[in-house]
């Protein structure tokens, strides 16, 4: 059934963007698993990044020990602790930066995915108004064969 002056081009009931909307659904779904495994990521980044700063503070906090030696040990420590917690702070970014991108990528797709739903409802209240119509039209002939029947 090809396209006739004013009327509509849906040429049968089957929806033909399916195929793509049940792909963009499925890689839609896989950038939301995706964004919550970045940001669990950047929780545990956060939280690793929070115990090793308060490692910090507990080394910064004991007395440190009299002599030469025991005052380099404690202090080589304490440099080591803060790079170590500066270094886990510098993750910890870095996660949350590489969530928000993926949340970006999810945001994206999830727009995408919308759009082709709204085309779907479209094509279905195009098909559901054209049965409609049909049905109307052969009502609309049986009573006019019946009324005549009747004359």
Known sequence: MGSVAGRSNVSDRRFRLAAVLRVRRLQEDAT????????????????????????????AKRDAPRGAPGFVAARSQLLVSA?????????????????????????????????????????????????TRREQRDADEQALVSWRRTR
């Open 83 to 131: 790079a170590d917690a500066r270094a886990a702070h510098h993750l910890a970014l870095a996660t949350a930066i590489a969530a928000a991108g993926e949340r970006d990528t999810w945001t994206t797709q999830r727009q995408q995915v919308d759009v082709l739903e709204a085309l779907e409802e479209r094509h279905r209240d195009i098909v559901r108004r054209r049965d």
């Open 32 to 59: 939301r698993q995706r964004v919550l495994l970045a940001d669990l990521r950047t929780q545990t980044a956060r939280e690793d990044a929070n115990r090793k700063e308060s490692s910090v503070r507990a080394v």
